[in-house]
């Protein structure tokens, strides 16, 4: 039953999300304006009700499952983009390298000296 | 035979307008890709999610469906997708503390590596001839995928191929994150799993639980901060330079 309570919350949440998206024109998912603004809001608050950190659980361990048909679809498009395979398996393979390269080599520059050391 | 055959289609046509067999089909192919990853003791380069989008792809094959029928069906999952998202805010919260400890490299090294994140790919995509479609499914590669189907929908890529670029971005970010930082001699696990989660986003996070909860904590703080800025970003950028 709290479970339900804190859906609700999560609902009404990504509802404004929305709501704020069309007024305002945002070109910014209604789901990531309304974790923003939950965010936030939880951070004034400073603490979180048993039912909403259940029930954010609950729908974070099942994420897999709600992205599933989004990913089924990777196995009919290969026509789709026929010829540009070659662009897309570069750009996947040294994109990710150069920008993991970017990002280790930033956090170790502006980590303090324990960075490098051991825990 | 043909006779059965006959009723076997009329079967179909009728399953096929309601979910509940697009339902059953994602349920089923969720939990069997978890049990065979656990059998085959969790291999990296095969994460759940490929393996159960496999096992329905061929479902759909055998059934003879059509791909846009299987999605219809699973909508009500994708419907679930906005309150999940919102609800990605609350892990967030919970390691506010792990900012305020390393907000200096956090506040340096997000806005960069995050833009890079999506810059090279994109343009070492249009460098090969990419068609603009493709650099819109390829931009978000790094986002975690509820933030990232939001973000391709505002920019006009194709989702699918999109998450085919997140799945491989994922598991080469997780190889890649130890080969280097072996090589720069990182042995840090608040910046192994920023890294992970910056780059790697879910399956990062994944592989940085691995390696220890403090690494995990930081890794979904990558990944949380990585979704917001890119998606707060990214969209923008394409209506400014008219991609």
Redesign the interface.
């Known amino acids: 039953m709290s479970m339900l309570y804190g859906?609700l919350v999560?609902?009404v949440?990504?509802i404004a999300?929305?709501v704020l998206r069309v007024l305002l024109a945002l070109?910014?998912?209604?789901?990531?304006i309304?974790?923003?603004?939950?965010?936030l809001l939880?951070?004034i608050k400073g603490s979180?009700s048993d039912s909403?950190?259940g029930?954010?659980?609950a729908?974070?361990s099942?994420?897999?499952?709600?992205?599933?048909?989004?990913?089924?679809?990777?196995?009919?498009?290969a026509d789709?983009?026929a010829g540009?395979w070659?662009?897309?398996g570069?750009?996947?393979?040294?994109?990710?390298?150069?920008?993991?390269?970017?990002?280790?080599?930033?956090?170790?520059?502006?980590?303090g000296p324990?960075?490098?050391?051991?825990? | 035979m043909s006779e059965l055959s006959a009723r076997f289609q009329e079967l179909l046509a009728l399953l096929s307008t309601s979910p509940a067999l697009?339902i059953v089909l994602?349920?089923g192919?969720?939990f069997a890709g978890n049990r065979i990853f656990r059998l085959f003791n969790q291999p990296v380069w095969l994460p759940?999610?490929?393996i159960?989008?496999?096992l329905?792809?061929g479902m759909?094959a055998i059934l003879t469906m059509d791909?846009a029928e299987?999605?219809e069906g699973?909508?009500w999952?994708?419907v679930?997708?906005?309150?999940?998202?919102?609800?990605?805010?609350?892990?967030?919260?919970?390691q506010?503390h792990h900012i305020r400890a390393?907000w200096?490299?956090i506040l340096?090294?997000l806005p960069?590596?995050a833009t890079?994140?999506a810059v090279?790919?994109?343009v070492?995509?249009a460098s090969?001839?990419?068609?603009e479609e493709?650099l819109a499914s390829?931009a978000p590669?790094?986002v975690t995928?509820?933030?990232a189907?939001?973000?391709t929908?505002?920019l006009g890529g194709?989702?699918?191929?999109?998450?085919?670029?997140l799945?491989?971005?994922g598991m080469?970010?997780t190889l890649?994150?130890d080969l280097?930082?072996r090589w720069?001699?990182?042995?840090?696990?608040?910046?192994l799993g920023?890294?992970l989660g910056?780059?790697g986003h879910?399956l990062g996070t994944a592989r940085a639980f691995e390696i220890g909860p403090?690494a995990g904590a930081f890794a979904s703080l990558g990944m949380g901060l990585t979704?917001?800025f890119t998606?707060?970003i990214l969209?923008?950028t394409?209506?400014l330079t008219g991609i």
Do not use: C
């Open positions: 859906f999560l609902t949440f990504f999300g929305e070109p910014v998912s209604g789901g990531v309304g974790m923003i603004l939950l965010t939880l951070m979180i909403l950190a029930a954010s659980q729908l974070i099942v994420l897999v499952l709600l992205i599933m048909p989004g990913v089924v679809g990777v196995f009919f498009v789709e983009f540009q070659l662009a897309i570069v750009a996947l393979a040294a994109g990710t390298l150069l920008s993991v390269l970017t990002t280790l080599w930033l956090m170790q520059r502006f980590s324990e960075a490098g050391g051991h825990e | 697009a994602t349920l192919a969720f759940p999610i490929l159960s989008a496999m329905v792809s759909i791909y299987y999605r699973s909508q999952l994708t679930l997708l906005g309150p999940a998202t919102v609800a990605l805010g609350v892990p967030l919260y919970q506010m390393l200096r490299p340096f090294t960069v590596a890079m994140a090279y790919a994109v070492i995509a090969l001839g990419a068609s493709v390829l590669k790094s995928a509820p933030i189907i939001g973000i929908e505002q194709s989702v699918s191929l999109m998450m085919g670029g799945l491989i971005t080469l970010a890649f994150v280097v930082a720069l001699s990182i042995t840090d696990h608040r910046i920023f890294a910056l780059n879910a403090t979704g917001i998606a707060l969209p923008l394409f209506r």
